[in-house]
């Protein structure tokens, strides 16, 4: 079968941010009637692919060509009138509005500037049936649970190629995690629907974090790491070992050399015990110990549940099913203080948006948590706060050491330490760190390691998660592998668990 | 440039402008009012422009520092100008009736009533907010509007009037030679100062108001919180809605505290507490009071018609917040101010996803999809 | 209306699917009509009750589209402005300005009011679309742009007199007493403008792609954004709409009142506000008809009539019924849009 002509080929794309170069010089190409996915951790520039592809960022290098000739787009309507369209996980659409609307709205049937309501509807009922669908264009959108909404998104993606409906403008539809919150019935409603589009000619660029979503509907594969590309397969020749090592990135044995175990004393009694602890939408049920000074480690790849699951375990989202026990003791978990008062603490990834409060100072920030479990009433006496807060500045070299400083003027690896300052006050039995190393350099991320180290020694217990495989394994006593949204397996640390068993574990889903 | 240290330190604290324009506009009198500093001893009663600027900005100073740390948790009450029409008619309406209204228990207790109204009415506002989760402009808009038909049914739609030596004292009268209102402030603003820098309610204000969900992922009961903001902030109107039935020696239920709400918005903005939160500063509250009522005494003094105090006004209203807006600053002043960092938002507006680098190596944050 | 999907509902989902309770709770129309319900039910107490007095007479009801007029004007540019997501408290400083501006010209510089009229629309149209545009272009809280604008226009109300102007030209008093017949009763003027606005504001919100805008923006700005709707043209559009209105407003009120004063319709934004919101329009934006701040407008008329009707009531049981009223109506909004987040 000789290959077609893709219909969108990007060649040599640099993009550069001041300070970051987030993609250079990646190939991409995407043919008609395909569902290409398109793969990568945490910065590889996946994102910042599509957005330089949909005109949302400029392009600082390279070319694009759109069936056969070369394009540049300036803003995110061009695009969508060239015939690539975006559908995004979160529903860009206004849920106040009818289905009908949703999907014409900007672009109205009109006669002498009045909307002609039933000519809409008609066409909206067409092109929703002519796509296998079956919704009532005229409920209000938010109506529907949010898959149909994201249905209806596409449905209005794939109109706006021509006024008229028809939708044999689309050539390129971008899907951008469009299953992370659907339920599995919801995802196959999707997979029909880009099924159908594929075959009227539809070219589908499908970005999820789902490996098995992955191996299910796409046909090809571009996977990307640190802004490069490093490989396009075909799905059915590169099995999931193979694809989780391009995405990771170490070739395998390059990652057994740094794997060196420096395992710790013997753990101590049990401290928490989750059974059947799940959220609908956030990660299935699942059970788990965790021991005095003992380090858990999550592994799994991006969009896998670990946050999901640490949230749960702090009650920062509620679980609906199972118990968690604290110190033999029932937990309620319907809001973070249950967790905190029994000495839970967590460090979101998220350290802007959920973990500072940018307008207040390094010493305020440090002693909000212990503030907080104290009351209003019992503000903590000025010389043990100086004190305290002095102590952790030193302890954690969080610099500048001024705890007047504001917080939000920190670098970003000591906005970290301020977080874990701020945790360590209250001396907690069990702490959670989501992705602490996150975008720190790597000075700071070696100290934040020993310290992790160091805590578990003094008999903390530590809930840890980060990308990088071997920055699990160095750390943990006990391994708890996700993939798709579940707990798959628990690996006791030792010299027979390498990072090859553990993307094998990733891969194939299973317990060993 | 020359600019000491010292220099940029006192240009940099978060009083200096709120002073420096009340600086200046004390001084925009002297040219008029020679005299204007010089303060009088009148039958042992000081008298001045200067004091009469802080006698007639009481009730306002008061009311504006409540509002203060409603604003600092991110909320706003625009029903305090009801509430101190409400606590003023309860009171004076209850004097009225005593055979005595003299008597000091009897004056005791109507005041009681009138502040414990005004508690109840923070309560309801603090309830609809933090409870029932409703906008804070919209909670309290419905004091706002109800409020003042309240008033007017406990006086009847009358001006009520009331002949009480002891209610007089707080808003009219003297005390070692100083307007007693003067000591009420004082004593206020002490009280709230202490409340808050002294616990730790101010921090937790300021985290609550500065990041709503890091502060519930810490652990901090924001619902108390907010509940207790709203209480104090109409405790404070309660006591301006006295001050300013004592001084009139009436309550009237129609006009009196009548735009205060605005005039406390205003002077907490111009006192440097942002509108979206988080620090607040009780001493730039009171300035910034002080810089209103100082605008209304020059306005007179300088002899333009005093009408023009409005204009004034909506003037100040836009100057402040243009200048507290950083697409303004951004578009007028270039590059120099730079935008505050770490500023509000962050929910992935494309012109603020475009000049941050790291919008683009991050997935891009999740917004709620209803 | 139903809500049903004949789409295959997977078993997951099916905790999604309202109950017929919340199904009616979720209904944008259930404001609406419970608002005209309260109407028709206020109306009728009323019959019952003042039979005798005459409140039965044609002209009664048709007295309420009279003496409301001028807030049913104003109150159609607050719906725009709130369904945007937005809100204005200058309304009531602009019909004051209106009132006074008009009487100022007409009387003291001897204008024909032919020529004051489409002068005080524009001054109105210009200062909403300056709000509009410093709140869309400096992105500061409408809020505080529009008390500025509130505390603006007051001041030069003042501006222009401390006194009352009252009218005495007699175009002004001929069209103020003009009255068209309706066989059973008559309406003013006024009456005929505001209900022509109301007729405009509703065609214009269901049946053009600038009303849709409006919808689509006060639902979610952002989507509207992406979606390539021009967000901040609809904004500024909407700001210069309710300052239109409200100086339009404000020549209802001169012709009602055939005086301008400095202190004229002061607080009469509450008032729309509150009409706008018992007319079942949320506040937050994107929900709501035009029709139901008639009925808004209409309740807060009939309360006032009532209670004059009553004759022993005071005129401050008006201020507090509509806060009750708008007290219910914020918390069945609530109970709306919780259910719609879930």
């Known amino acids: 079968m000789a290959e077609p002509q893709p219909v969108l080929e990007m060649t040599g794309i640099v993009k550069e941010f001041p300070g970051v170069r987030a993609l250079s010089g990646v190939d991409f190409r995407l043919f008609p009637g395909e569902i290409h996915a398109l793969l990568g951790e945490n910065g590889a520039g996946k994102s910042t692919l599509i957005k ?461 | 440039m020359t600019t000491t240290p010292r220099w940029r330190a006192l240009t940099h604290h978060h009083l200096f402008w709120p002073v420096a324009v009340l600086v200046i506009l004390l001084l925009v009198n002297v040219p008029f009012t020679p005299d204007f500093f010089s303060i009088k001893m009148t039958d042992g009663h000081l008298y001045g422009s200067l004091v009469s600027i802080v006698l007639f900005g009481s009730p306002l100073i008061l009311v504006a520092v409540g509002m203060t740390l409603v604003i600092a948790t991110g909320g706003i009450d625009l029903s305090v100008g009801a509430v101190v029409a409400i606590t003023g008619a309860l009171t004076c309406s209850y004097i009225s009736d005593q055979a005595d209204q003299s008597a000091l228990s009897g004056v005791f207790l109507a005041m009681g009533i009138g502040l414990v109204a005004a508690v109840v009415c923070g309560l309801w506002n603090g309830f609809l907010v933090a409870r029932m989760g409703i906008q804070p402009i919209i909670a309290t808009l419905i004091i706002m509007v109800a409020g003042r038909g309240v008033a007017q049914l406990i006086t009847d739609g009358q001006i009520i009037t009331v002949n009480s030596e002891p209610y007089k004292l707080i808003g009219g009268g003297y005390w070692l030679t100083l307007p007693f209102s003067i000591f009420v402030v004082a004593a206020v603003v002490a009280v709230t100062v202490a409340l808050t820098r002294r616990t730790a309610l101010g921090l937790l204000v300021e985290s609550v108001g500065g990041n709503a969900e890091a502060s519930r992922l810490v652990g901090i009961r924001s619902m108390r919180i907010k509940i207790m903001v709203y209480v104090f902030c109409a405790l404070c109107a309660g006591i301006a809605g006295l001050m300013i039935s004592s001084n009139t020696s009436a309550a009237d239920g129609n006009n009196a505290g009548l735009w205060i709400e605005l005039d406390a918005i205003l002077a907490v903005v111009i006192g440097g507490t942002s509108l979206l939160g988080g620090r607040f500063s009780i001493g730039g509250t009171v300035v910034g009071a002080l810089v209103i009522q100082t605008l209304t005494t020059t306005i007179y003094t300088i002899g333009v018609p005093t009408q023009t105090n409005l204009v004034f006004k909506a003037a100040v209203v836009i100057i402040v917040c243009l200048m507290q807006s950083p697409k303004f600053r951004a578009k007028v002043f270039g590059g120099r101010f730079g935008t505050k960092p770490g500023a509000k938002g962050g929910t992935g507006q494309p012109a603020a996803a475009q000049a941050e680098p790291a919008a683009a190596t991050e997935p891009a944050p999740k917004m709620e999809v209803s | 209306m139903s809500t049903t999907t004949t789409t295959k509902r997977p078993p997951a989902a099916e905790s999604r699917t309202p109950s017929k309770a919340a199904q009616l709770l979720g209904d944008r129309r259930l404001p609406v009509l419970v608002t005209a319900g309260l109407f028709l039910a206020m109306y009728v107490v009323g019959l019952s009750r003042y039979q005798n007095y005459g409140f039965g007479e044609a002209q009664v009801f048709m007295n309420l589209f009279i003496d409301n007029g001028y807030l049913l004007v104003a109150a159609v540019g607050v719906t725009f402005v709130i369904l945007s997501g937005g809100i204005d408290l200058s309304v009531g400083s602009v019909i004051g300005f209106t009132t006074m501006f008009t009487a100022w010209l007409v009387e003291r510089q001897g204008l024909p009011i032919l020529v004051v009229i489409p002068m005080a629309l524009a001054v109105g149209a210009f200062g909403g679309f300056l709000m509009g545009y410093v709140i869309h272009n400096f992105e500061i809280q409408p809020f505080i742009v529009t008390l500025a604008g509130l505390f603006l226009f007051r001041g030069l109300c003042l501006v222009i007199s401390k006194e009352s102007i009252s009218i005495g030209d007699s175009s002004v008093s001929s069209m103020a007493g003009a009255q068209v017949s309706l066989g059973a009763g008559f309406l003013s003027i006024g009456a005929i403008v505001a209900l022509v606005v109301l007729a405009v504001a509703f065609y214009v919100l269901h049946y053009t792609r600038f009303g849709r805008r409006v919808y689509a923006v006060g639902g979610n700005e952002q989507s509207a954004m992406l979606m390539g709707l021009p967000q901040g043209g609809t904004k500024i559009a909407v700001y210069t709409i309710s300052g239109f209105c409200s100086a339009l407003a404000g020549l209802l009120f001169t012709l009602y009142i055939q005086s301008g004063d400095p202190l004229h319709a002061t607080g009469m934004e509450l008032d729309a506000i509150a009409a706008v919101v018992i007319g079942g329009t949320l506040l937050t934006g994107g929900s709501g008809y035009v029709i139901g701040t008639l009925f808004g407008v209409l309740v807060l008329g009939l309360i006032k009539s009532l209670i004059q009707f009553e004759g022993t009531l005071s005129s401050w049981w008006t201020k507090i019924a509509t806060g009750v009223l708008l007290c219910a109506f914020i918390l069945i909004q609530r109970a709306m849009t919780a259910r719609r987040k879930t």
């Open chain 1, 52 to 512: 330089v592809l949909t005109g949302v960022h400029s392009l600082d290098g390279g070319t694009i060509t759109l069936s056969g000739t070369s394009v540049r787009f300036d803003s995110p309507s061009q695009t969508q009138q060239a015939g690539i369209s975006t559908v995004y996980q979160e529903v860009n659409l206004c849920p106040n509005l009818s289905v009908a609307e949703n999907i014409f709205i900007g672009r109205e049937p009109t006669r002498f500037g009045r909307i002609q309501w039933k000519r809409l509807r008609r066409e909206a009922a067409e092109l929703v049936d002519r796509l296998g669908l079956d919704i009532d264009v005229t409920a209000p959108l938010s109506s529907y649970p949010l898959a149909v909404q994201q249905l209806v998104a596409i449905v209005r993606s794939v109109g706006t190629g021509d006024a008229d409906g028809q939708g044999a403008g689309t050539k390129v539809l971008i899907l951008d995690e469009p299953t992370s919150s659907l339920d599995r019935d919801e995802v196959l409603e999707l997979f029909a629907l880009m099924r159908r589009l594929k075959d009227q000619g539809v070219a589908i660029l499908f970005v999820s974090h789902f490996l098995d979503q992955i191996y299910e509907i796409c046909d090809r594969m571009t996977v990307l790491r640190n802004g490069t590309l490093v490989g396009e397969h075909m799905v059915s020749e590169l099995d999931q070992v193979g694809l989780i090592q391009l995405m990771i990135g170490k070739a395998l044995d390059q990652l057994e050399e740094l794997h060196d175990h420096q395992l710790r004393s013997d753990v101590g009694e049990s401290l928490l015990q989750a059974d059947g602890v799940g959220r609908v939408g956030g990660v299935a049920p699942f059970d788990l110990e965790i021991k005095k000074g003992e380090v858990i480690g999550l592994a799994g790849l991006l969009g896998s549940g670990r946050t999901e699951l640490a949230r749960l375990l702090f009650g920062a989202d509620q679980p609906d099913s199972g118990t968690v026990t604290i110190g033999g003791k029932q937990v309620s978990m319907s809001a973070p203080n249950d967790a905190i008062s029994e000495g839970v603490a967590f460090c979101s990834e998220n350290r802007k948006t959920e973990g500072l409060v940018p307008d207040l100072t390094v010493r305020e920030n440090i002693i909000l948590a212990l503030q907080a479990s104290r009351g209003w009433t019992r503000p903590i006496p000025v010389a043990q706060r100086d004190e305290l807060v002095a102590k952790y500045i030193k302890a954690l070299d969080i610099r500048p050491a001024n705890p007047e400083a504001r917080v939000g003027q920190l670098s970003g690896g000591n906005q970290q330490k301020v977080l874990l300052a701020r945790w360590l006050i209250t001396q907690p039995k069990l702490l959670i760190l989501d992705e602490p190393t996150r975008g720190i350099d790597i000075g700071a991320k070696a100290e934040i390691q020993k310290l992790v180290v160091s805590l578990s020694e003094d008999g903390m217990a530590v809930l840890y998660i980060a990308a990088e495989l071997e920055e699990v394994l160095r750390l943990s006593h006990t391994i708890g592998v996700l993939r798709d949204r579940k707990l798959v397996a628990q690996l006791a640390n030792g010299p027979e668990i390498t990072p090859t068993r553990i993307l094998e574990t990733i891969a194939s889903g299973e317990h060993q």
